[in-house]
């Protein structure tokens, strides 16, 4: 009997030595075991163990590149504690001979309902992906970490952001002004399911030309853009800074209740105030709020039902018919009766009082039919920055996504060149043209002609006649 009591107590301190919870203390202790969506936190454990002994952790799809094991120290990463829901989650730290149990708590802050990094509190763009948009060019991006400053003064003037928080997005130090609007780039944020009231609010400056610089809210089931906002406030008569301090907006998106969205931050211009300044981005609002500014929608309109595959007057014989002309703020000299597009001899100019005038025009749609091959004839437009300046964009309708930039390559003074676009890969999808002259310079202006949006087959061309897909 007393060698069955000894075999007993063997297999009790071998338990024991194995697994937790057999008499042995935890080894793992939390410092901070709260994931906090307002301040996007690691979360930290401390380890009272021998750190080589640590094989894994386990539960949850956590994988090897969401924690880091150093100095005594677990550190579960926010890149993984920001995809999950709010609740608590038990894990399994792996030892060479045992397992210990640890857990943390995704605090609820309507994570779900809510853009990750909001108001770049984080200092870096932390939660949005960057795109660029002209050129594939990372070093003429908009949003490189350095364009996230101190809420403070603006640049080194007395102006202030005044934002939200520790950081906004706006004018980076030792930047001037002018170098910096030159900077193009789109910026995406993470989904969000609309709940709440349905508003959403933010703090918007600059954006002078509002057909360029932006913000739109894109439903994630199909890509269409549900609404588009400029800064409305932009004061022409200010000077200096001043149009960089941020004004709050909100906006009514409550009819699209319950939809899954994100937002884009979209920069396409590289003129005069051609750049936003944002901070909190704020998209759960339990009710909406009386002292802030009415966002207003500025999304461009589909009117037009059916699509032909040819778009209406695209040799410009009947003058400006079927386009439209973009009146939005911004334009130098373009208030919706063109004081920038006319029809001379046949041919689109946007030179109506000179070279300096700037503006946007609009086609009808068309859909993309038989060859997928479609023309134009583009003349003039060789300033020093025709192809950032002076440019055709083709669109998609309802996404209102600009799926080809092109510009006169080969330019040949005034003579028109003939361009073709290969858009057999959008074979049925509906698109639209945008001419865009935002240029001031001499020969700053641009011709068009014979749009051709229907080949039954495919003509015959060769590389030296392709338009160049600028966004590449």
């Known amino acids: ?139 003429l991006s908009s949003f490189s970490n350095s364009s996230l400053v101190i809420n403070e003064n603006i640049a080194d003037s007395d102006q202030k952001y005044n934002g939200g928080g520790d950081y906004v997005y706006g004018i980076p130090q030792q930047t001037s002004k002018t170098v910096w609007e030159e900077r193009m780039g789109r910026l995406v944020s993470s989904s969000f399911v609309l709940s709440a009231s349905g508003y959403l609010s933010f703090k918007m400056g600059g954006g002078k030309n509002s057909d360029l610089s932006y913000i739109s ?40 209740r319950g939809k899954t969205m994100h937002i884009e931050i979209v920069d396409l211009g590289g003129r005069d105030w051609d750049f936003l300044t944002l901070d909190d981005l704020e998209t759960y609002l339990v009710e909406p709020s009386s002292s802030l500014e009415t966002a207003i929608d500025i999304k461009p309109n589909a009117t037009q039902g059916y699509a032909p595959n040819q778009i209406v007057n695209g040799d410009f014989a009947d003058g400006l018919n079927g386009w439209q002309i973009s009146n939005k703020q911004g334009w130098a000299k373009s208030d919706g009766s063109s004081q920038t597009w006319h029809v001379q001899n046949g041919v689109l100019r946007s030179d109506l009082t000179g070279d300096s005038a700037r503006g946007l025009l609009r086609s009808s749609f068309f859909r993309v039919d038989g060859s997928g091959v479609i023309s134009m004839e583009i003349g003039a437009a060789q300033g020093s920055r025709f192809d950032k ?65 229907y080949y039954e087959t495919r003509p015959e061309f060769d590389f030296g006649n392709s338009a160049v897909n600028l966004n590449y």
């Open 1 to 139: 009997m007393k060698k069955k009591g000894l075999i007993l107590i063997s297999l009790f301190g071998i338990c024991s030595s194995l697994l937790l919870g057999c008499n042995e203390e935890p080894t793992i202790t939390p410092i901070n075991a709260d994931f906090d969506f307002d301040i996007l936190n690691d979360v930290t454990f401390e380890l009272n163990a021998e750190v080589e002994s640590i094989s894994h952790l386990r539960g949850h799809n956590i994988s090897e590149g969401d924690y880091v094991i150093a100095s005594q120290l677990l550190t579960i990463d926010k890149n993984y504690l920001v995809k999950l829901a709010p609740g608590t989650y038990e894990y399994e730290v792996l030892f060479s001979n045992r397992s210990e149990k640890i857990s943390l708590n995704i605090l609820n802050r309507n994570n779900q309902h809510r853009i990750i990094n909001c108001g770049f509190e984080t200092g870096d763009f932390f939660g949005w992906q960057k795109q660029t948009v002209f050129k594939g060019e990372d070093n």
């Open 217 to 256: 809210v894109i439903d994630d089931t199909n890509n269409q853009e549900l609404v588009r906002y400029g800064n409305h406030l932009f004061n022409y008569e200010a000077s200096g800074y001043q149009n960089a301090t941020l004004h709050s907006y909100q906006a009514d998106l409550s009819a699209h």
């Open 389 to 453: 300046d002076t440019f055709v964009s083709i669109r998609e309708r309802a996404t209102n996504q600009e799926i080809f930039r092109t510009a006169n390559t080969r330019h040949d003074g005034i003579f028109l060149v003939q361009y073709f676009i290969d858009l057999s890969d959008y074979m049925n999808r509906v698109l639209y043209f945008e001419i865009i002259d935002n240029a001031t310079g001499s020969y700053d202006t641009i011709f068009i002609d014979n749009i051709i949006t």
